[in-house]
């Protein structure tokens, strides 16, 4: 399970969903692994203003790993800024897809993307602070199913 899904998930009973200790799930005896994969800078771009910081930072603190900045970065933040104008002549008209296409990532795109990508909960478990149920994560797959008695 991705860190990043964990920012998009709730507990499952109906009982929590209106109370706001129901999001996020916070992991706990958690075994972290890393599967490594292709930066996708547009991809962190787009995500980025969908996620909740404040329990991004909840979550990594949990875990351990890094401590993140305070506010959630910019997506201009991500890409390294170029410097100086580009040449211009004939047949040098860049599209705004092959523009995008071409971004290189900053030190803080990478470190996202190794964090919310790459760095995935293997074994462990999800617990709600409302009702204190818990998921279990086995081979990076949460069971959400609930017993018939939470339903």
């Known amino acids: 399970m991705k860190i ?35 930066l996708n800078i547009i991809f962190l771009q787009n995500i980025l203003p969908r996620l909740d910081w404040p329990a991004l930072i909840s979550i990594t603190t949990e875990l351990g790993l890094p401590g993140l900045q305070a506010e959630p970065p910019e997506a201009e933040d991500l890409v390294v800024k170029e410097g100086g104008a580009k040449a211009e002549g004939e047949g040098m008209e860049v599209t705004e897809k092959s523009e995008e296409s071409e971004k290189e990532a900053s030190q803080l795109g990478k470190d996202l993307h190794r964090l919310l990508i790459e760095t995935t909960i293997q074994e462990g478990k999800l617990m709600c602070a409302c009702c204190g149920h818990e998921y279990a994560i086995k081979e990076g797959i949460a069971n959400f199913l609930l017993p018939s008695h939470l339903v």
């Open 4 to 38: 990043l899904t964990l920012n998009f998930l709730t507990c499952a009973r109906k009982a929590c969903k209106p109370q706001a200790t129901s999001f996020p799930l916070h992991p706990a005896d958690s075994t972290l692994e890393i599967q490594e994969s292709d």
